[in-house]
């Protein structure tokens, strides 16, 4: 059974400073693993997507890299604004298709 | 283009009711997921539909089930509900066969029972 984690659990930063958030996974036999966004009592929003034959992915100030072999992924943010504070979930997708999420990271940025 | 779009988007029940959510896949997505997030998880996968049938189940019981239409959208419906079924339901679409391409996810239906 996939399990994903992540760690922190929350994260509260100044305005501008760099955002780094970690994922991992238990087994590295991925199709891909997607990035996502929760803001309170919404739904998710995709962020990135980085195919199992990848290596990193990147969009506008995110940043997404994929280790498949040691079963780790790392979102980068850049520059963070109070704009970015929300949840921030990954998940991976394996042989039976279905999403497997992590618990997420609750992103507090302070103006 | 609308995307995955879901009603209700609250519900209040008592124990021992039932309930059906609905859910309408985003345009050109043949296949529809549905996730339980309970308040501080991340989603858990309840079941996925495709061509009108399940094709995959999480570790949900029989009490879950859930229906596709021709038009592709899809309800999740609920009997005997429990106090632990409180959550935001979320329902998620995609391309069958298209592993790669990101999954689209509605606003999702906050069930709460009393």
């Known amino acids: 059974k996939q399990e994903v984690t992540q760690i922190p659990a929350a994260l509260s930063v100044p305005e501008g400073e760099n955002l780094v958030l970690n994922c991992s996974f238990t087994?590295?036999?991925?199709?891909?693993l997607q990035w996502f966004r929760q803001d309170p009592g919404k739904g998710l929003t995709s962020l990135l997507l980085?195919?199992?034959?990848?290596r990193e992915q990147t969009s506008g100030r995110l940043n997404a890299s994929l280790d498949k072999s040691s079963g780790r992924s790392t979102l980068y943010i850049a520059a963070s604004q109070p704009g970015d504070s929300a949840t921030y979930l990954c998940?991976?997708?394996?042989?039976?298709?279905?999403?497997?999420f992590g618990a997420g990271t609750t992103v507090t940025v302070r103006a | 283009d609308a995307g995955v779009t879901q009603s209700p988007t609250h519900l209040i029940k008592t124990r021992g009711q039932q309930v059906t959510l609905r859910c309408s896949p985003k345009?050109?997505?043949?296949?529809v997921s549905w996730y339980q997030q309970a308040l501080g998880q991340g989603p858990q996968f309840i079941f996925q539909?495709?061509?009108?049938?399940?094709?995959q189940r999480g570790n949900f019981p029989d009490r879950f089930s859930g229906h596709q239409f021709p038009n592709y959208s899809s309800e999740l419906n609920v009997n005997a509900l429990l106090l632990g079924d409180s959550a935001l339901y979320l329902c998620a679409s995609s391309s069958a066969g298209a592993f790669n391409q990101p999954q689209h996810f509605g606003d999702g239906t906050r069930l709460s029972i009393l």
């Open positions: 087994d590295s036999a991925i199709y891909n």
């Open positions: 345009s050109g997505h043949d296949t």
């Open positions: 998940a991976v997708v394996a042989h039976d298709y279905k999403l497997s």
């Open positions: 539909y495709y061509e009108e049938e399940e094709r």
């Open positions: 980085i195919q199992s034959s990848q």
